[in-house]
C-alpha cells in the first residue's frame, strides 16, 4: 500500500495493540460468545496474553505495525514459541488492519513480512487459529496459502438435555 510505512513494537504502541487483539478475538468469537464477553473482559485477556507471549515470551517473537500519515493502521504478531505445534514452526498470534484500510492488501503484506522473519528464525511452518465464522480472515489465510489442519468442534450442553 503506498505511503504504509512499518515499525517494530514500542511501549508507546501497547494500549493500541492490546485494541488490535480486542478486535481480533471479537471477529474470533461467534455473536452470541461475543455478547458475552464485555469490553473490559475481553481488554483483560489481551493484557494478560500479551504480556504472557510478549513481555515474558519463552521464545522469540516479533510484532510490526504499519503506519499511514502518522497513524497506526494495522499490525501482524508472530512467535517461536512452541503453543500446540511441532518444533520448529511459528506460531501466528495477530493480525489486524483498521477498517478503512482494509482490502487493499495491508494484511497480506503484514503476513509477507512475518513469514519472512520466520523463515530467518529457521522455521518449517507457521500456525495460526481463525474462528470458523471469520471469512474474512480466512478469504486472507487461503489467499496466502493456509490449508486447514485441524478443528475445534462445539456442543452446548444445557442443564437437563
Ligand atoms: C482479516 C483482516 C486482517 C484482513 O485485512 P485486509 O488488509 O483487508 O486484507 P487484504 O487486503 O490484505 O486481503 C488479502 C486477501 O484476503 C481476502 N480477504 C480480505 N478481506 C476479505 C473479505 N472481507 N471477504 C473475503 N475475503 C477477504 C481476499 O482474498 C484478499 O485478497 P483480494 O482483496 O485480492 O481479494 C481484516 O479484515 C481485519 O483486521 N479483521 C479484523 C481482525 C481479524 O479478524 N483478525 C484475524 C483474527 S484470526
Known sequence: MDGVTFTDFEDRDTEWVLGAIV??????????????Q??????????SDFDRYHHQAKGKDRVILA?????????????????????????????FVEPPYRRQGLAGELMAQAEGWAREQGAGEIW????????????????????????HLCKRLSPGS
Open 128 to 151: 495460526l487459529n481463525v474462528g470458523g465464522g471469520n471469512r474474512k480472515a480466512l478469504g486472507l489465510y487461503e489467499s496466502q496459502g493456509f490449508e486447514v489442519e485441524t478443528m
Open 67 to 95: 503506519w499511514h500519515q502518522g497513524k497506526r493502521v494495522g499490525m501482524v504478531w508472530i512467535t517461536m514459541e512452541m503453543l500446540y505445534q511441532n518444533p520448529g514452526g511459528a506460531w501466528l498470534l495477530e493480525v
Open 38 to 47: 464485555s469490553e473490559a473482559m475481553l481488554l483483560e485477556r489481551a493484557r
Open 23 to 36: 478486535a481480533g478475538a471479537r471477529a474470533t468469537l461467534t455473536p452470541e460468545r461475543s455478547g458475552d
